[in-house]
Nanobody, 117 residues
Framework: VQLQASGGGLVQAGGSLRLSCAAS????????MAWFRQAPGKEKSVVAA????????YYEDSVKGRFTISRDTAKNTVSLEMNSLKPEDTAVYYC???????????WGQGTQVTVSS
């Protein structure tokens, strides 16, 4: 399984970015997919997660109402729409996949998101 993340960048506070993760090399019907982030000096933590089927989603409290995780099963992509961005959202964002919960056993490369105040 390969995960390819894209879409990071520099944005002003209050702006928006959309991250995309292209998944390949597997059959993802039973997978969970997630976006994690890691800020300097902090541990990597989950921001949002969804089942590939879309049956359930999870959001970390600080992003609820601002971020939306979605998947396009035809294109094998998982996206993270980020609105009303804050400087504290600055981090390297990673997409991840789990074929055997609760372990996240596949990771994409990180993509930097920087929110300026």
């Amino acid at each position: 399984v390969q995960l390819q993340a894209s879409g990071g960048g520099l944005v002003q506070a209050g702006g928006s970015l959309r991250l995309s993760c292209a998944a390949s090399g597997g059959t993802f019907g039973s997978y969970a997919m997630a976006w994690f982030r890691q800020a300097p000096g902090k541990e990597k933590s989950v921001v949002a997660a969804t089942m590939w089927t879309g049956s359930s989603t999870y959001y970390e409290d600080s992003v609820k109402g601002r971020f939306t995780i979605s998947r396009d099963t035809a294109k094998n992509t998982v996206s993270l729409e980020m609105n009303s961005l804050k400087p504290e959202d600055t981090a390297v964002y990673y997409c991840a996949a789990s074929s055997k919960a609760p372990k996240w056993n596949y990771w994409g490369q990180g993509t930097q998101v920087t929110v300026s105040s």
